[in-house]
T-cell receptor, first 113, second 116 residues
Framework: KNQVEQSPQSLIILEGKNCTLQ??????????LRWYKQDTGRGPVSLTI?????NTKSNGRYTATLDADTKQSSLHITASQLSDSASYIC????????????FGPGTRLSVLP | EAGVTQFPSHSVIEKGQTVTLRCDPI?????LYWYRRVMGKEIKFLLH????????ESGMPNNRFLAERTGGTYSTLKVQPAELEDSGVYFC??????????????FGPGTRLTVL
């Protein structure tokens, strides 16, 4: 069964600190992995997209890693800001054309002043 | 450039009634996706249009759900008749045509549907 798990379920950090969110997946055949940021009451916003051959990808203070062998990904946030408070969702695309999207439950991040 | 828009933002209906959700994708985006999140669960894929054609509707829960995309522009998702378990947030997303399957999807704000 295609599944995406994320940890922790929620996380509280102080402004300026770094944090790392985890994503484990059992999706086959793997096409690509995406990280989204979702603010309360809004739709998800794409942060990174990685294919099988990519190990790391950055988008500003966000850096995603992918280990296709262990089927794990992480999202590292550097120098957190209050505006980083949101849910972070890992999505794995399966299928030959990457059109079967499996969403994780998300990690709820709260950044406190 | 306008983003993906969805209408209405909220809808409250009674069980057995019909509701139609609308999504206007970003202009020029061939791909249009519907997703939904029911209470306490992760977002689930419903279906995918390429222009006016249904590319994949494997996520549609049952035949009470009907999606259309007239002329390859806006899309509608009709639920008829609505059941209590249909309550949730329905998201629409669009992307440019990308044969590699790595296109960035732009999500709308969602429609919150409550079935009483």
């Amino acid at each position: 069964k295609n599944q995406v798990e994320q940890s922790p379920q929620s996380l509280i950090i102080l402004e300026g600190k770094n944090c790392t969110l985890q994503c484990n997946y059992t999706v086959s055949p793997f096409s690509n992995l995406r990280w989204y940021k979702q603010d309360t009451g809004r739709g998800p916003v794409s942060l990174t997209i990685m294919t099988f051959s990519e190990n790391t990808k950055s988008n500003g203070r966000y850096t995603a890693t992918l280990d296709a062998d262990t089927k794990q990904s992480s999202l590292h946030i550097t120098a957190s800001q209050l505006s980083d408070s949101a849910s972070y969702i890992c999505v794995v695309s399966a299928g030959n054309y990457g059109q079967n999207f499996v969403f994780g439950p998300g990690t709820r991040l709260s950044v406190l002043p | 450039e306008a983003g993906v828009t969805q209408f209405p933002s909220h809808s409250v209906i009674e069980k057995g009634q019909t509701v139609t959700l609308r999504c206007d994708p970003i202009s020029g985006h061939d791909n249009l996706y519907w997703y939904r999140r029911v209470m306490g669960k992760e977002i689930k894929f419903l279906l995918h249009f390429v222009k006016e054609s249904k590319q994949d509707e494997s996520g549609m829960p049952n035949n009470r759900f009907l999606a259309e995309r007239t002329g390859g522009t806006y899309s509608t998702l009709k639920v008829q008749p609505a059941e209590l378990e249909d309550s949730g947030v329905y998201f629409c997303a669009s992307s440019k045509r990308d044969l590699l399957g790595t296109d960035t999807q732009y999500f709308g704000p969602g429609t919150r549907l409550t079935v009483l």
